[in-house]
């Protein structure tokens, strides 16, 4: 794509929603299988978007290829931000703001909740190693500073407490609680959870629902979640993209997604 | 000088150099989880270069051939070793690294060891092939003249010298942001790599650390002995670090040294002047092998984080301003730092 051209994709014509991550014609296959078969969709700035779609649709696929998790396989572009993003390392997307939470809780079982938070901030100046040799007093200012982040994080997820316990010690939904408040530690551009919600409780589901509202209103973070309870999606997400087959299949607010006739027989049911 | 006093600073420089030895795979193992099982390879590659820039050039005295021959000054001879050490590090990295991880990187290593191995034993013109190295000058010897007994006591000043700074270094590593970063690479490399960490500049960095460390141990244990040949290196040589490390405590510097002291030290070297049993020369050796690794078993059984465990990372969350925090973060930090000075005015009363 020449520059110019990259130029307009960031300008946002008058009148018109900014979209932040823009997918067109992506396929990816495993083997025979196109798990993300010639999609294009868009996810909005600053609003709630959901992701859903019957398993097998290709959510997770789409959101490791958008990750950079899985290798691109030359079929479709990815925007970011105005950036190709396509043939980017993992690495280099979540340094453009970029970042991603898993399906399955991955914390870093072997440190302690607090330094877990205390990993993702990005461009350390402690993280290259002269500086971390050399200049010890310019790394504990800044230290200072992500930890005083940190510890606001975890008082607002409620894991104050935890701070020095391993993270492997954390029940599950703690698990969840502190994926969530690492990623924000990393203050993404935009945040794609993938199903956030997966083996919580209804009542801390509400609590990670609320967390997401108010991050966004508050932050201007863009959320893309992949996520199977709709009634959460209903009452949080602005926007819905529903995947079927590897492609989006409709776009647009809850309510019109349940009118949709394609929808319903794909995944709602009748 | 008694015998018993030669034998312990003999002993005092052994377990210095593997200190350095086992702090080295601690970098690469205990912080980053990077398997390195060519780790001897790279203290033998230190030892040599560390030699033959020592060694004035090879003029077929005791029919020694090698390269080089440069006769360089002491500091800067074991610091080549260690640099020499660290650039096979990386090219060994950029095979290892790049895409495989763990179970398939281990086995490239394994590979490599051997192949070094073979080569450098058979390549006579690179450092005398199997019969190896003899004669290396130790450091400063001839420019001060020093006696043969009070050098003993020096070179225990010197490789305690080397031993701490690369101490502190490895323990700075530790407990900055860039060994946070290891530590995260090490519980789960894709993580990091999500959060924006260049994962493979990262373990590069750590396995060219580990080799550098590796590579002056080498300098160290030549420049002692002033001889090695391939037999002083061989891959059980290897294990004997990994032992010392997995038996001590791994991703913590105070048990690399205890597995150290432990292994190397208290079976390897202290049971080697034994009496040897009549007709059973290898008696003793399989013995010693049988001990650690039995004693390895148990310690991988009962407690598999070693005898001095990693510490958990503690944060001086109090000394930091938290003007931003709620109410009840800034009360509770109040009252503990209150606390603490009522108990510090108790001490100094």
Known sequence: MSQTAEALARTPRPGEQTDILRVEHLSHSFGGVNAVDDCSLQVPANQITALIGPNGAGKSTLINVVSGFYPAQKRGTIFFNGHNITGWPTYRRANAGLIRTFQISRGYGGMTVLENLMVPPKKQSGESLLNAIFRPRLVAAEEARHLEKALQLLDTFGLYEKRDEYARNLSGGQKRLLEMARALMADPTLLLLDEPMAGVNPALADQLAQHIVNLAKQTGITFLLVEHNLGIVDQICDHVIVMANGRALATGTMAEIRANQQVVEAYLGG | MSPVLYYATTLLVFFFDYNILTWGLNIQFGYTGILNFAFIIFMAIGAYVSGVFALPQANGIAGQTYILGLSWPFPLTLIMGGLVAAFFGLLVGLIALKRLRSDYMAIVTVAVGAIAYDFIGNVTGLFNGWDGLGGVPQPLQTRFNIDFNTYQFVYVGIAGVVMVILWWLAN?????????????????????????????KYRMLAMVIGCFYAGIAGGILIFFTTALNPSGWTTGETFVVWTALLIGGTGNNWGAALGALLVP??????????????????????????????????????????????????????????????????????????????????TDG
């Open chain 2, 172 to 200: 700075r590593i530790y407990s900055s942001p860039f060994g946070r970063t290891l530590r995260s690479i090490r519980e789960d490399q894709d993580v990091s790599e999500a959060f924006g960490k260049n994962t493979f």
């Open chain 2, 265 to 346: 030290v208290g079976f390897q070297e202290a049971t080697r002047f034994l009496p040897q049993f009549p007709g059973n020369p290898d008696l003793i050796p399989a013995l010693r092998n049988i001990i650690v690794g039995g004693l390895l078993i148990l310690v991988l059984w009962f407690r598999p984080q070693g005898i001095i465990p990693e510490k958990k990372a503690r944060f001086n969350i109090f000394r930091i301003p938290l003007h931003g925090a709620p109410a009840e973060v800034r009360s509770r930090a109040a009252s503990i730092a209150a606390s603490q000075k009522e108990e510090s005015n108790v």
